[in-house]
């Protein structure tokens, strides 16, 4: 067992409302009464005159008070959508937008993608009639380029605008400047109970309009002490919840979809073994890749006498409401993208979150009655490690893809671009030399005519580049599935705890020499020959639903290639070309064998090849990585064998025949004198 200490309370709100309905029943009853129910429906009429009075208007509301699903309806009740206008709602996660497009497709009775649809990337749910569009931040930002003054939408609520992720923030400045010159367009900024002010800032002073909460107290519990290993620790406090606690969900909080399966698993496990022990337990994920008619099962009631315990990323802290929780487990965690702009190297981390998520998280335990929030870490851990804010993704990613975008709007000066926070100087300059070097952009900083093509692309500029570069080296049939499945990757590969031995060999069966992405290749290239099969996957310990959207993603991006005026062709198995394809989009992740292990070329940083990696024991002396994911160490995922040479052919502006020599091959003559360079 774990030891909690009860410490703090999370104040609720005097008088609470009535909890909103929650037997299966009363929700059938009329889905009416339940928008009825909801805390921004007495402020209907306010809101609608509000927003008919100002162009930009901030809202703030409790999670759960109907912002998301509701707001949009009532524009569309009340005439926004005549004359062919649309609304677009951007929401920072795809499940998110997926999930509330059907809510409220629902609510409306209407069929998902008619006149309410979703639209995230490679995945569009939408049709000529859809008026409400709920969408990616991303993909907003993406309709800039076919429509740069949104002029088909009457109304754009950015949701959700408290999570400031990069594409949000960069949307502010966007919106905010059509708006000067659209007065007949609506601005909407939706966030949780934070950062209000400053958007109100940001917009000149726009006013705030509160949707008054629902919130009932929780009890904030945390560990005596600190817990070594997070997943058991989780396992066995939902257990004793389970079993020591009255009726009511749970909530869990981890920080991706490999924890959150092992952790369901851990959990079915033992509720198998504890068997009629204790009362029935369901185990429900929900995380970004999860299929659509999995996600909606954390959204139907719990049946009575059973008890519901959802695993969730961060998704569950603003995004999606699940009726029913009373029980918040929290381990302070969360997976965060890091950037250094002086090396140029971005990873994956998880990271202790901050205290303003902490409380949201808790406060998901207080929204029909009151609740318990048990933390994972100590009280001490709290006031003392624990940030008070996320810091915005704008300042800790690389921006390759924002300014590839930005460029192609026609927006040159960068440093001066109206942002919310301005991104860290270092990573503006890193992001431009980085798309010089991929060739996006010319010396003077304009766009060039690759750059162009690539911005056409909605992947990363390096998955562009190696698109692009497909047709040089005649290849492209292999390298829009090697896209593909790099966009869907470390969820291709099965490995049931019961079947570990099976499973490895499996995977190892499709290694071929040159490395992980032509793994990648082989896989899917048997696939295809099986037609496709889901036995074959099967068979193979290969994951069916990943391999069906690596097919969709792959379908999309062949749609594409005419546009950037690439033609279809195959190597014929002739793999170096597949090779110098991805080396000329990725010349810039690439790391070296030295006497001490692996360094990346340019920053001499010391990194690790991963250990699922089929080149793990090879060991060759040149490769390129796809991604850098820091958890013990820096690993390498996917990485690929190449030949220093190469880096000569597809990128001689950034690489120097010197640079590139072998200090082990030949020793270096003792310097005499000063070169060229350092006499200047
Ligand atoms: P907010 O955006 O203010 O956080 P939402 O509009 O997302 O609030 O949620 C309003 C209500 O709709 C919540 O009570 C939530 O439980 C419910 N809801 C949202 N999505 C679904 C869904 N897919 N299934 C069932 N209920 C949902
Ligand atoms: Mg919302």
């Known amino acids: 067992t774990i030891e909690f200490v009860r410490a703090t309370q999370l104040q609720g709100d005097e008088e609470p409302l009535a909890p909103p309905p929650q037997t299966q029943a009363q929700q059938k009853e009329s889905i009416q009464a339940v928008r009825q129910s909801l805390p921004v429906f007495p402020f209907r009429e306010e809101l609608l005159a509000a927003i008919a009075n100002h162009q930009v208007l901030i809202i703030e509301g409790e999670t759960g008070s109907g912002k998301t699903t509701q707001i949009p309806q009532y524009l569309f009740e009340e005439g926004y959508t005549q004359k062919g206008m649309k609304i677009a709602c951007t929401q920072p996660r795809r499940v998110a937008a997926m999930s509330v497009a059907a809510r409220v497709a629902r609510e409306m009775g209407v069929k998902l993608g008619n006149e309410v649809g979703y639209s995230i990337r490679f995945e569009d749910c939408t049709s000529e009639r859809t008026v409400l569009r709920y969408m990616t931040d991303g993909m907003l930002l993406r309709e800039f380029l076919s429509e740069p003054d949104l002029a088909s939408y009457s109304v754009v609520m950015v949701d959700e605008a408290h999570e400031r992720t990069l594409h949000t923030d960069i949307l502010f400045g966007l919106i905010k400047d059509v708006a000067r010159f659209r007065p007949e367009l609506k601005v909407l900024v939706?966030?949780?109970t934070l950062d209000t002010a400053r958007f109100s800032t940001f917009f000149d002073d726009a006013p705030v309009f509160r949707i008054p909460g629902r919130r009932f107290p929780v009890d904030i519990f945390y560990t005596k002490a600190?817990?070594?290993d997070y997943l058991e620790a989780c396992v066995v406090s939902v257990l004793q919840i389970h079993v020591t606690q009255p009726t009511g969900d749970i909530l869990v909080f981890l920080t991706g979809q490999e924890e959150i399966e092992a952790a369901c698993e851990m959990l079915q496990d033992r509720c198998r073994r504890l068997g009629s022990k204790i009362r029935e337990l369901l185990v429900l994920p929900i995380?970004?890749?999860l299929p659509s008619d999995m996600q909606a099962r954390i959204f139907q009631?719990?049946?009575?006498?059973?008890?519901k315990v959802v695993v969730a990323t961060n998704i569950a802290e603003t995004?999606?409401?699940?009726?029913?929780?009373?029980?918040?487990?929290?381990p302070g965690f969360c997976k965060q993208k890091s950037y250094n702009p002086r090396t140029g190297m971005e990873s994956l981390t998880v990271t202790p979150c901050s205290k303003a998520s902490a409380n949201q998280r808790a406060g998901r335990a207080g929204r029909v009655a009151a609740g318990k929030c048990f933390r994972l870490y100590t009280a001490w851990a709290y006031q003392h490690e624990l940030e008070e804010t996320t810091v915005p993704e704008i300042q800790r990613t690389s921006l390759g893809n924002v300014v590839l975008l930005l460029k192609s709007l026609g927006i040159h000066d960068l440093m001066h671009f109206d942002f919310l926070d301005p991104p860290p100087y270092e990573t503006l300059l890193l992001a431009?030399?980085?798309?010089?070097a991929l060739g996006a952009l010319n010396h003077l900083g304009e766009l060039t005519t690759s750059g162009r093509k690539m911005a056409e692309l909605p992947v990363d500029p390096m998955l562009s580049k190696m698109i692009l570069a497909s047709e040089k080296y005649s290849c492209s049939e292999e390298i829009l599935t090697v896209a593909a499945m790099l966009s869907v990757n470390n969820s291709i590969?099965?490995?049931p705890k019961d079947k570990v031995v099976h499973a490895d060999n499996a995977r190892v069966n499709f290694f071929l020499p040159g490395g992980d992405h032509l793994v990648l290749l082989n896989v899917y290239t048997q696939w295809a020959e099986s037609g496709y099969s889901s036995q074959w996957c099967y068979e193979n310990f290969v994951q069916f639903r990943s391999m069906r959207r690596a097919r969709d993603v792959r379908e999309q991006l062949e749609g594409l290639l005419e546009r950037v005026e690439v033609g279809l062709s195959s190597c014929q198995g002739d793999y170096i070309r597949v090779r110098k394809a991805i080396t000329a989009g990725y010349f810039y992740h690439t790391a070296r064998l030295t006497r001490s292990g692996y360094r990346t070329v340019k920053q001499q940083q010391t990194v690790f090849i991963h250990p699922n990696s089929s080149l793990f024991e090879e060991q060759p002396r040149w490769l390129l990585y796809h991604e850098l994911v820091l958890t013990t160490k820096e690993f390498m995922r996917q990485v690929l064998e190449i030949e220093s040479s190469w880096l000569l052919e597809v990128a001689p502006h950034y690489y120097k025949a010197k640079e590139l020599e072998d200090p082990h091959a030949k020793k270096m003559p003792k310097k005499i004198g000063k070169t060229r360079e350092e006499l200047g």
Request: hydrophobic share 40%; aromatic share 14%; charged share 15%.
């Open 190 to 192: 939706a966030s949780a």
């Open 226 to 228: 600190p817990e070594a």
């Open 287 to 289: 995380y970004a890749n």
């Open 301 to 307: 009631p719990t049946p009575p006498g059973a008890r």
């Open 319 to 330: 995004s999606l409401t699940i009726e029913g929780i009373i029980y918040v487990l929290d």
């Open 432 to 436: 431009l030399e980085q798309l010089y």
């Open 493 to 495: 590969f099965y490995r």
